[in-house]
Every structure is written in structure tokens, then in C-alpha cells.
């Protein structure tokens, strides 16, 4: 059974957090792993033939859910044993493990003409973490006080059948409990996101009443909370009524568009993080792996709002987000804000994502304190009545 993990003095938790980082930040280990990754997707860039960019891209996906080091396996000869790397790509890689640099991959791209492209495809690939830099990050062993996968409870964005999930609330419960959390937060799409099948108000009275009955059943061992993710607008308002926010215990605001501009929007972030009942933004940035850059903002502004108002900075787990990075995530802790850990999960096999959060977490130097998933329900609700 899931214990609840209690605070020696939970009044703690209405202070302002200290602004002096508790613990250092972890140097990461360098990835090679992700450097593999990243090479083979400059192929992948210059290829015409579809067959071969996508033989790449396979490739490039397998060597990122490894949960060891490529150069390991450069070193014991068995990297070409992995299913979907063939030759071409042993090759890079080991060109990678023995000189630091593939002349491979040099060679193609100035004989492209293509270096402006490749150079700005790098940009959307930097401070991702592969599998086995997330294992690295999450298994160092320290006495200090970051954030683990021991002091972790609960997840607090996810989705369900309600929006655009493949499972029901209570198969999420189970799926938790056997991960060992003790709580969660539901949130899933606003009606503002169509796209998304964001819920109508009606539903999430519906959603609510089973939330209240999955409760009822679990109590003692489990607890929802009833969240909600709300849209950020181009004003920097939500998709949702400031009397409609009020249903729910906590609002997470996140942006879903303008993602590609290369305009600043920090008034737009600025005005979610001021808006009634909003305690978590939501995957800050919107970056995508290899795809977009995300928001533009002045993000020492944003964590100074949102420190002083105690809304959390969230760490999206999922592999393709990993938003904010650690890089990011020290400023966010200089500034001193809180944090939540989450894996934006929209099906049970994606919960695993918050190993992710949890490693751009270490690497920062996030202490346990500051991340509302290491809290008790009871501090989470003061907290969420805050708002």
C-alpha cells in the first residue's frame, strides 16, 4: 500500500522559498547517447530518399530508450546488435565514442550545402536527456536535499477518456498506486482546445462526481485532486471563465499555439501566472524535440512573478517536451520558485515520464522541498486554496 509522506512542520509551506539554492546543481554527465541521437538525425536532415530518412530517425529512436551507454557498446562490439541500427549508423556512432566528432557526418554535411538548416535543427535538440542520461541523473546517489524518486507522491498533469487520454480516471489510480504514488492530479483539456476534446463545463461536473466516487473508494490509500488544463491565450488570458476556474481545486496554464514565433511573449506568460486560481504553467516553453523552440520570453521576469506568487514552474516529463530543461530549472531555483513534476501523460506507459522531470530536477539542484509533488494532501491543499 502507497503511505502518504508527512513534513515535520507544514506551516513552511506559506513562506516564501529561499532564494539561496539549498543544494548545488549536479555537472550531467555528458549524454553520449543523445550526441549519438542528435548525429543521426543530421542524416536523417540530408537525405532525399524517405526510406533513408526514416532509417535513420528509426535508429536515432532506438539508441534513445537505451538504458546504457553507447560507448559501451562500441567498446564490447555489440551496437550493431540493436534491432534498427544497421551500418551506416554503427558507424557515426562509433566514429562519436573514438574521436568525439563523426567525420562521417561532417563529410555530408558540407558536401550538402545544407549547414544553415542542420545548424538550426541542433538548436531544437539542445538539454534533452536519452534514457540512459535519465538513469544517470536519477540514480546518482547523494545525502543532500534534491528531489528523488523516494521523496515523490504524485503526478499532477495527466489526462483521461474525459479529453484526449486512452484510459479512465480510476485505471490512472491503479496505474499510480502500483508506481507507489499516493496522489494525483486529473487535468485534463479545457474546452477551449478543441483539437484536444476539451471537456464542456457539464462534463466536468460528470468528471467530478467520479472523481468523488474513485475518492470515496480509495480513501485512506489514494487521492485525486480535480484539476483542469487550461489554454493560454494571446493575451496571456485562459480559455476558461474566472468563475468556471473556481470548480477546481488547482488550474494548470499551459500554452498551446503561437509556439513557433519568434516574437517575445513574456506579457502573455506574465498574465496566465496572474490569473485567478492558476498554481502550476504548464510546459513553459511548448518545445518540441527536433520540431520547434517554443515560447520567447524573458524568463528571469516569469520566475520572479511566479515565485512571488507561489504558482509552480512545471517540468513536463514527457520525452518529447522535457520542458523546462535544467538548464532553465537553475534560474527557476535561483529565483526561488516552486516546481511540479509531471509527466503529461495520456496513457498508463507514459506515468514513467516524470522519471524524466525528476532528472532535469537533480541536475538543477531542486530541493525536495520546493516540488509540490513531494507534499502531503494536506499541504497541497492549503496550497491550492492559496490560489
Known sequence: MATQRKHTNTNTRRKAPKRARSSPALAPAEDVN????????????LQSA??????????????????????????SGTLEEIPFVGPSSTRIITELVQQGRSPTVDAAVAASGKERQVAAKRLLRRNYLSQFGMLAAVGHTSDDDRVSRATFRGDFQMHTTWSDGAESVETMVKACLDLGHSCMGVTDHSYGLPVARGMSMSAVVRQ??????????????????????????????LDLQPDECELFEFVVASPHSLLRRPEDQ????????????????????????????????????????????????????????????????????????????????????????????????????????RVINTWSDEELKEWMEER
Open 34 to 45: 543523445m550526441s549519438a541521437v542528435g548525429l543521426l538525425h543530421d542524416m536523417a536532415e
Open 50 to 75: 524517405e526510406r533513408a530518412r526514416f532509417g535513420y530517425k528509426r535508429a536515432a529512436k532506438a539508441i534513445v530508450g537505451l538504458p546504457v551507454a553507447v560507448s559501451d557498446l562500441v567498446a
Open 208 to 237: 467530478h462526481q467520479e472523481i468523488d466516487q474513485v475518492n470515496a473508494k480509495y480513501q485512506g490509500r489514494f487521492r485525486v485532486f480535480k484539476g483542469i488544463e487550461a489554454n493560454i491565450l494571446a493575451d496571456g488570458s
Open 266 to 369: 513574456t506579457a502573455r506568460m506574465l498574465g496566465a501566472i496572474r490569473a485567478k486560481r492558476v498554481a502550476i504553467l504548464g510546459h513553459p516553453r511548448g518545445r518540441v524535440y527536433n520540431s520547434r523552440a517554443g515560447v520567447v520570453a524573458a524568463w528571469d521576469r516569469i520566475f520572479a512573478e511566479a515565485a512571488t506568487r507561489r504558482v509552480a514552474i512545471e517540468i513536463d516529463g514527457n520525452w518529447h517536451r522535457q520542458d523546462l530543461d535544467f538548464s532553465l530549472v537553475r534560474s527557476a531555483v535561483d529565483a526561488g520558485c516552486l516546481f511540479a513534476l509531471d509527466s503529461d501523460a495520456h496513457s498508463i506507459g507514459e506515468l514513467r515520464f516524470t522519471d524524466f522531470s525528476i532528472a532535469h530536477a537533480r541536475i538543477a539542484g531542486v530541493p525536495a522541498e
